[in-house]
């Protein structure tokens, strides 16, 4: 691994190697936060409740759509660390093929059917009727139209990562990010586009930040092993095995959570323009520990992938606490500021008296929240650092489906609970990654080269 790209990290201290590896994906999803919190600040100020809510309800949609790319992206990611843990750098260079080809595929196909049946997705979501129903249209529209770039960037992202370089992909959304808000800026406020210039903005800027990290790739083709020729975009059927056996449960259980969240949005959309906006602001302050939190724990995946391809397991307890003890602390941090001065958070995306009022009551839904983004990824980075593709589906199925749906319709409709009940639902769902996770780093069922990738 001795090139400036890829990264050997099996060497050094656990803390400063995960610190230093995590920080540029921090600096990254913090960027991304900002472009994505100026989205719904801007809608928030100058469109108002109709378009907060028509941004959230659109939002969960293209979400869903991006969760399939993040799955199997993840798990292009872990093969890839695992084969230069293990030494196999030609094996890695046709994985990265194959991935490029079978997801972009996967875009064109997805985008397409969603802009095809766009009206259809609105109706099963609950969209409001109205004026909401007009942006939340518009938004999904443009969207859809850009997903190859969504899932381009996620591509290079985890191609990178997986050979230990994170700076790069931090460079590459610092550029999306800049262009997003000065694009948002001229769309609404100067030519009046309201939501259909944020979604705009949001392709436009995602699409010249893909291009650029493509240019980038291609200039380093020797360090990565892949020549970038046509006949290198292909499927690969000794690279798609591998992808698929730990890619499908990775991609049914970023789906599963994604269509669950839907789901409950769904319910929680039918009450009104008032829940639907404040669904979208809880889930944006949710986000921003999120991002800090899984920037970890997106650190700590390839780091165990790497231990586990040069089995060097007395590394992977470590590396597991050393990702808890953080994210506790930045948890701990954001609920007390949550505490202290809840309107100054709330009220820098509305000023709307209703939702401001619904706000102060999401409050202890806002704790579980944070408890479960400190509790889950390190646990989850350790079923995905593994290769563990079985209980990938099984945390999948349990926290997506069983859990998030039917703890969501039991406090909401059969306890009685409204909307609440669908919030809580879903908090508590969170949880289940740590303890399934939990149990199976306890056992010490992950000292095993089982899972490795071959």
């Keep these: 691994m001795a090139n400036k790209i890829v990264k050997d ?29 100026a989205d719904m600040i801007i809608v928030g100020k100058f469109v108002g409740r109709s378009g907060l809510a028509a941004v959230s309800v659109g939002g969960d949609v293209f979400h869903f759509l991006a969760f399939a790319a ?51 997705v609105l109706r099963w979501v609950n969209a409001p009727e109205g004026e909401t129903w007009k942006y939340a249209l518009s938004y999904v529209s443009v969207c859809t139209s850009g997903m190859v770039f969504i899932y381009g960037y996620n591509i290079v992202s985890a191609v990178l990562r997986g050979m230990g370089d994170s700076r790069h992909p931090f460079i590459f959304v610092t550029v999306a990010a800049v262009l997003n808000i000065i694009l948002d800026l001229l769309f609404v406020l100067v030519f009046n586009w309201a939501v259909f210039g944020v979604a705009l903005a949001t392709v436009l800027s995602q699409g010249i930040s893909f291009i650029l990290s493509i240019v980038f790739l291609y200039i380093h083709r020797q360090d990565f092993g892949f020549d970038f020729k046509l006949k290198s975009f292909k499927i690969d059927r000794e690279a798609l095995a591998p992808l698929l056996k730990l890619g499908f449960p990775m991609f049914l259980q970023s789906a ?27 889930n944006k302050v949710g986000m921003i520990v999120n991002i800090i939190n899984f920037s970890f724990a997106a650190a700590a995946s390839p780091m165990i992938g790497q231990a586990i391809g040069a089995e060097i397991y007395s590394r992977v307890p470590k590396i597991v606490g050393v990702s ?28 709307d008296d209703e939702v401001l009022a619904m706000a102060m009551a999401y409050m202890p839904v806002m704790m579980l929240l944070l408890a479960g983004s400190a509790l889950r990824p390190p646990l989850g980075a350790l079923i995905n650092g593994v290769g563990n593709f079985k209980l990938n589906f099984a945390v999948g199925i349990l926290d997506g489906v069983l859990l998030r749906i039917g703890l969501s319709v039991l406090l909401g409709t059969v306890c009685g ?37 071959n």
Excluded: C
Aim: proline fraction near 2%.
């Design 9 to 37: 990290l099996n060497q050094g201290s656990v803390t400063k190697t995960m610190i230093l590896f995590a920080l540029p994906m921090l600096f990254s999803g913090l960027i991304q936060m900002l472009y994505n919190t």
């Design 70 to 120: 993040m799955g199997f992206a993840n798990a292009g990611q872990v093969i890839i660390s695992q084969f230069l843990g293990a030494g196999m750098r030609e094996r890695a260079g046709k994985v990265i093929g194959t991935l490029f080809t079978f997801l972009i595929s996967t875009a064109l196909i997805l985008g397409a059917l969603t802009f095809i049946f766009r009206d259809e």
């Design 256 to 282: 599963a959570i994604s269509f669950s969240m839907l789901f409950v949005n769904r319910y929680i959309n039918s009450y009104g323009e008032v829940a639907a906006a404040m669904n979208g602001i809880g």
């Design 324 to 351: 808890l003890l953080i994210n506790s602390l930045i948890s701990i941090l954001m609920a007390a500021v949550m505490l202290i001065a809840p309107q100054l958070v709330w009220g820098i995306f509305t000023s």
């Design 417 to 453: 609970l409204g909307i609440f009940g669908f919030w809580y639902g879903h908090a508590i769902a969170g949880f289940t990654p740590f303890v399934m996770g939990g149990i199976y780093f306890l056992t010490g069922r992950w000292r095993t080269r089982k899972y490795i990738v």
